[in-house]
């Protein structure tokens, strides 16, 4: 096989719990798509492997085709599978104000159910706190008080803050975190506690990182603050070492671009930055930024995002071509105040464990997976415990032997026996029955968590398109959205890469902010100083930006800069984002962004009430700026016939799905022609996923490869 040179502009990489994608694009904005699987230990190895088998597609390699490429973006989930599986590092310290040492564990009111489904919010008829990150017997309090408008009430207790480091110091924390009431207005006291902290460590020769919360994240809101602070230590900053090693392992194979990490809103961070917890969801995030460029081609104004993997399943909401970002989001149960686009993500994937709980007498899922170890199927895995592939397997969903193309072969047979012990035994059931009972009990999960961010928002499912993506997303797609009657379900060809194709959609971008807390009022006095104060801010977080541009060897020049503002009607706790027609704007300009308020509340919100008459609060000021890469394009064949070719066809295997079986047509999904038709019961085949088309159901394969799924009417 000759080798063949290609000019890459981009690399787009995405590393799931379970395995690692790559979306490789060309110069003139072609892709390939390539999967292996994670390498957590290393995951550069896992990535190395991912793209070595994207470019194989093109008779190419990285060492030959690297020299090109100028925008290089990774997201991923191990950050955010370490809090929801409760498996990051728990060693931290914690300092806050005596009196407040238990504001972890307990955590405010709406922490014990914003997680739940939407009846459950509703009538509040549960609540439980997550399990706390840090012990108690690590988190220690400090005398002294500073005030809302950032007044010191009561001196800092200086024997206080030195007994509480000592005591953690003689524990042995990794890290110490501080977050005292207020320290947004007035940093005085937490800055007074970290030198304090140093100077202990130097005496005794010890050099941990001592992490303000004045410095890390200064905002209103002391729980997610703190939960901020916390899971930056627990969960994120874990990572870094990995990301670093990622971004040397690439440029030692001749790829000129600096690596970038996406962020929960969308931009774009350096490994080295100082805070890693904006990239937390960047894997979910990729997907989300993927779903906008897709229904601006297709011309779709709702989308639901439904991205599943092997550890968790992200759900995110486009409404009128609109990606909402919001400031008070939740991460495995716990409140942040971090920017991110709104998706929230449960503890539901493939890899989860299923248990049958002697208590109870059901079965359970998660919160643990087996992740790339994948379940008892996969000998060589050690893993003694039943996931849910496993459960997938015996049911006929999944050829054991071409599992990411037969490089990984799985044994049904073994999936098979300890689903028997395991499970079925102590029900006292029929292995297959249990099987699809735990699949059931999963997409319910999956099904609960789409209905009720939808009807969070006042809407129904029939106002949406759902977009289905992930390895095992097509798998479980007919299971989670069956009965839910959405406008049209969207299953891309790519779906198993398709948040590393988000990455390769989004712009290389910085984002800043600034809490401006201006109010415009009705009669428009203020309006002048309003103007002159968002000018000189927009100016300034501008300069900001292009000084990041420069440092990176960029012309600030090819910036495209876009100034927006977070607005809210005077009295009401939740903003939105609004463009802004220009960074310097006058009276007439100040009109227009009230407008575009107005029209945006009124999308989002049909059942709601506008409140123009009460005025409008300004609460932060946004700058992105935005150097353009290359985007992909979608593809374009001509539509063939609905019935497939004969060579496309693998025969038929029995699938078990409601309470029997049924012989299934099999299909090799890269032999499909647009314009195909596959009617249930039928299992689409590809090295990297597997589609499920139950009986009943329908996919039809449209020109730039992407099958949409409907309950077909015969």
């Not at 970290?194 to 010890?206: D, E, H, N, V, W």
Request: with cysteine.
């Amino acid at each position: 096989m000759n080798t063949q040179n290609k000019n890459l502009k981009a690399i787009a990489l995405d590393t799931g719990g379970t395995m690692t994608d790559s979306f490789i694009i060309d110069e003139h904005g072609r892709f390939k798509v390539g999967k292996a699987q994670t390498t957590p230990q290393n995951e550069s190895e896992g990535i190395l492997n991912s793209i070595t088998d994207s470019l194989s597609q093109w008779n190419s390699t990285l060492e030959s085709s690297s020299g090109t490429v100028d925008a290089l973006v990774y997201s991923g989930t191990a950050m955010l599978n370490r809090l929801l599986e409760r498996e990051g590092n728990s060693n931290i310290g914690v300092i806050v104000n005596a009196g407040f040492e238990d504001l972890h564990r307990l955590g405010r009111a709406l922490q014990c159910w914003i997680w739940l489904d939407y009846a459950g919010r509703l009538h509040a008829r549960e609540h439980e706190h997550p399990e706390p990150l840090v012990p108690r017997k690590q988190i220690k309090g400090v005398r002294g008080r500073i005030n809302f408008w950032g007044e010191e009430l009561i001196p800092l207790y200086k024997k206080d803050v030195t007994e509480a480091v000592e005591k953690l110091l003689d524990m042995k924390v990794d890290s110490i975190c501080v977050c005292l009431l207020c320290s947004y207005m007035n940093p005085r006291h937490e800055k007074a506690v970290g030198r304090s902290a140093k100077k202990l460590m130097k005496k005794r020769g010890i050099d941990i990182p001592v992490i303000l919360s004045c410095e890390h994240n200064p905002v209103r809101g002391e729980t997610p603050r703190l939960n901020s602070l916390i899971i930056e230590q627990y969960a994120a900053e874990p990572s870094r070492t990995q990301l670093i090693k990622i971004a040397e392992s690439l440029k030692e194979k001749g790829v000129p671009a600096p690596l970038r990490i996406m962020t929960s809103y969308g931009g774009t961070i350096s490994p080295y930055h100082k805070s890693l917890i904006p990239t937390m969801v960047s894997g979910p995030v990729g997907g989300m930024i993927g779903t906008k460029f897709i229904a601006k081609e297709y011309g779709i104004k709702n989308l639901v995002s439904s991205d599943v993997g092997g550890t968790s399943f992200d759900v995110g909401l486009l409404m009128e071509r609109y990606v909402p970002t919001k400031w008070e989001s939740s991460l495995g149960r716990f409140i942040l105040n971090i920017p991110m686009i709104a998706l929230d993500s449960i503890a539901a994937g493939t890899g989860m464990y299923v248990r049958y709980n002697n208590i109870s007498g059901r079965l359970e899922f998660g919160p643990e997976s087996a992740g790339y170890l994948i379940g008892v199927c996969n000998e060589t895995s050690g893993v003694e415990t039943v996931t849910m592939t496993d459960c997938s397997i015996i049911l006929g969903y999944f050829n054991p032997d071409y599992f990411l193309g037969g490089k990984i072969p799985l044994n049904k047979e073994r999936a098979l026996k300890y689903i028997e012990n395991q499970l079925a035994e102590p029900l006292n059931a029929d292995p297959y029955v249990t099987a699809r009972g735990a699949l059931d009990l999963i997409e319910i999960n999956m099904k609960n968590h789409l209905l009720g961010m939808i009807q969070g928002l006042g809407f129904r499912p029939e106002n949406y398109t759902l977009m289905s993506f992930g390895g095992a997303g097509p798998l479980h797609v007919a299971g989670y959205a069956k009965d839910l009657r959405f406008q049209d379900i969207l299953i891309p060809e790519w779906a198993p890469a398709f948040s590393a194709f988000g990455c390769a959609c989004a712009d290389h971008s910085y984002r800043y902010e600034k809490s401006v807390d201006l109010v415009v009022t009705p009669d428009g006095r203020l309006d002048q100083a309003v103007t002159m104060m968002l000018n000189a801010t927009w100016g300034e977080l501008k300069k900001r930006i292009a000084k990041e541009f420069e440092k990176e060897g960029r012309d600030p020049n090819e910036m495209e800069f876009k100034p927006t503002l977070r607005i809210q009607y005077f009295g009401m706790f939740d903003d939105l984002e609004v463009e802004s027609p220009s960074d310097v704007i006058d009276l007439k300009d100040l009109k227009e962004i009230a407008k575009r308020y107005d029209d945006l509340f009124e999308q989002i919100y049909r059942r709601g009430t506008k409140s123009p008459h009460l005025g409008y609060h300004i609460t932060k000021a946004i700058a992105t700026g935005i150097v353009p890469v290359p985007k992909p394009i979608l593809p374009d064949h001509e539509l063939k016939s609905e019935r497939p070719d004969d060579e496309a066809s693998k025969g038929r295997r029995d699938i078990f799905w409601g309470k029997e079986w049924h012989e299934a047509n099999l299909w090799e999904m890269e032999l499909l022609k647009s314009g195909n038709q596959i009617d249930g019961p039928a299992v689409i085949e590809a090295p990297a996923t597997t589609l499920v088309v139950p009986p009943g159901f329908r996919v039809k394969l449209d020109k730039h490869r992407i099958f949409h799924m409907e309950v077909s009417k015969k």
